[in-house]
């Protein structure tokens, strides 16, 4: 036994001396009886302690004598404490961990225990470390020699850290977001709750703004997470630079944050508090090597204005920041009840429009192509309609934007695409002069990965090809092409088919990029159409679009023609295809073949 365990010498010396005193003169085969019972439980209590110590070697056990100096310390103590067993021994309880605080009611804990018998109940406890740091225990503590002249006290305590990390570690994840560490959404509606309870007390305001990052997911797709992830991380930077220590800040999604402003009123700074968060994002982010330029769209709310709990201001926010994302990158919105009922409106709408293409509230009607000259019929423009099953008919102009600010559009895009090919294929087994049907894409569609694919499987599914289908596109979204879109359009292109851009001139785009796209074919749009018989300035820009247009072997195509003066200027400036109510408005697929099959005729060409 080493020196560490001479407190079991002791306790085995005592216990002979009292059978010893018990019968001093005693000789014969008795005596040596109780030695020897002695002496066996002895050995068979440090055999049994021995154990229990060798099989918990992660369990800090200390041995103290009657007044409270260590007399054992295993491995696990030296661990948890940092106290070698030689720099151990010896030393008083209180003085080597036990923190300051705590030490006299320790003291006064062991006399009570060993004096009057009140045990130190198990407990949690936060004890010293040799470098002065705490440790987390759950310390048991068992006295030995109870009733004796020499009792001895053993600590058992178990090390918490893991376990106290793991919860503070638990509770963070719970409260906090992980890579910003900003409080997520339950925590910052509790906090904006009690900021918004401090503002009522103080009869102040208070001002939300909800941020919502531009395209972010294209930053993530181009540059990987991980810069995406250093993007936020300096953003949620630069805000805590801007902000003040009232202020609160929350990341609620991957893109998006709040930042409250406790203590203003809406007539106090509301512009400049908005133009503190578009500030932070005036320098460019260095992402990927490369200095980059990043937009947020902004909505804002306002207390008592916009809601007085920190569930309808976040909400409401949420509401403006969708409304300025309608209007383009970096913009500001500020929430009001009519946008609020405008939205809902149109949430509601897109749910009925995903209804109604599984009950057949849409339809193709067609929209010819006519040759200014002959009045030929040249090609048809598929245009889509809704007409609910109750109610009048709902405008492409309202659902459709509608269908393109969400995945919506993409069924959408599907059902005109299955639909116009097979009318297409109808008319040509029926023997119909025609020759293609134009279908719309928007730029949402032209994002899709698989685009190209899917159009051209709906061809082969119909045994079509480039002169019965064409496609057109507005020209912004041809400026705004990436090289997928690009490429995929030049393919079409010489495969031979047909791409117009539609509505040609109301975008941003000059006659110099035509150069550069794959087309085929102007739509000089209505806009210019209507007045140019009139207007000058509107006669000029139509008839530098149709002579550019020719010299670079394109067809254009007048839209809107509505009047026998707009006709004749299209005649004089040579146009090669008129599109208007002049000749035919848009119709079902019924009535258009009629017309193809020469059963009905329009006003010198047209329908009524």
């Known amino acids: 036994m080493s020196g560490r365990d001479t407190g079991f010498r002791h306790w085995l010396a005592r216990r002979w001396q009292e059978v010893r005193a018990r019968r001093p003169d005693a000789r014969d085969d008795s005596v040596r009886d109780d030695v020897e019972v002695v002496r066996r439980q002895y050995l068979e209590s440090e055999q049994r302690f021995r154990a229990l110590l060798e099989s918990l070697p992660k369990v800090a056990v200390q041995g103290y ?77 068992v006295m030995l020699g109870e009733h004796t002249d020499d009792p001895l006290m053993f600590c058992v305590d178990v090390d918490l850290s893991d376990q106290k990390r793991a919860h503070r570690e638990l509770d963070f994840a719970t409260r906090f977001d992980s890579l910003t560490h900003l409080p997520n959404r339950q925590t910052f509606e509790a906090q904006l709750d009690e900021a918004i309870a401090d503002c009522r007390r103080q009869d102040a305001g208070l001002v939300l703004v909800y941020l919502d990052i531009d395209h972010f997911v294209e930053i993530n797709d181009a540059l990987g997470y991980e810069q995406g992830d250093r993007l936020l991380v300096e953003l949620t930077r630069r805000l805590h630079r801007a902000t003040r220590a009232s202020d609160l800040m929350s990341r609620l999604s991957s893109d998006e944050f709040v930042i409250a402003f406790p203590g203003f009123q809406r007539e106090d700074v509301l512009s400049q508090l908005v133009h503190k968060v578009q500030q932070v994002l005036r320098a460019p982010f260095l992402m990927d090597g490369s200095r ?163 159009f051209e499987a709906c061809l082969a599914r119909h045994g079509l090809g480039p002169r019965h289908i064409g496609l057109e596109l507005t020209e912004n979204v041809l400026i705004e092409a990436d090289d997928r879109i690009l490429e995929g359009l030049h393919r079409l292109h010489q495969l031979g088919f047909r791409i117009a851009i539609d509505d040609f001139g109301t975008g941003y785009s000059s006659l110099s990029y035509l150069k550069h796209f794959p087309v085929t074919a102007l739509k000089i749009d209505r806009t210019f159409v209507r007045d140019a018989p009139d207007q000058p300035e509107d006669r000029a ?59 009905v005729t329009g006003h010198q060409g047209v329908s009524g």
């Open 65 to 141: 004598d009657h007044e409270r100096r260590v007399i054992y310390w295993n491995e696990a103590s030296t661990r948890l404490y940092g106290y070698a067993p030689e720099e151990a021994q010896g030393q008083l309880l209180e003085e080597l961990i036990i923190p300051a605080p705590m030490r006299e009611p320790v003291i006064q804990a062991h006399r009570a225990w060993v004096r009057e018998g009140v045990e130190i109940p198990a407990d949690e406890l936060e004890l010293q470390h040799k470098s002065g740091e705490l440790v987390p225990v759950f310390s048991h503590h």
């Open 292 to 454: 980059r330029h990043v937009t947020a769209c902004l909505g804002v709310s306002l207390y008592p204005d916009n809601g007085d709990t920190a569930r309808e201001l976040i909400r409401n926010a949420d509401v403006a920041k969708n409304r300025a994302k309608l209007d383009g990158r970096g913009s500001v919105w500020f929430f009001d009840q009519q946008l609020h009922d405008e939205l809902l409106h149109q949430h509601r709408l897109v749910d009925r429009l995903e209804q109604a293409l599984d009950s057949g509230e849409l339809s193709l009607h067609y929209q010819p192509q006519v040759s200014p000259v002959s009045g030929r019929i040249e090609n048809l423009e598929a245009l889509l309609r809704w007409q609910p099953a109750e109610g009048p008919p709902i405008s492409p102009a309202e659902f459709i934007p509608l269908a393109e600010r969400s995945d919506l559009i993409h069924r959408l895009g599907d059902w005109v695409m299955e639909t116009a090919c097979h009318q297409r294929a109808l008319w040509r087994d029926a023997g119909l002069a025609l020759e293609r049907i134009d279908i719309n894409f928007s730029g949402r569609q032209m994002s899709r990965p698989d685009v190209f694919q899917r």
């Open 541 to 599: 820009i139509m008839e530098a679009a149709i002579f550019i247009g020719h010299r670079l072997g394109l067809e254009v195509v007048a839209e809107g023609v509505e009047n026998c003066e707009q006709l004749t200027l299209i005649r004089e400036l040579r146009c090669d295809l008129v599109q208007g109510f002049y000749f035919f408005r848009p119709m079902p697929a019924l009535e258009m073949e009629r017309v193809l099959g020469g059963l």
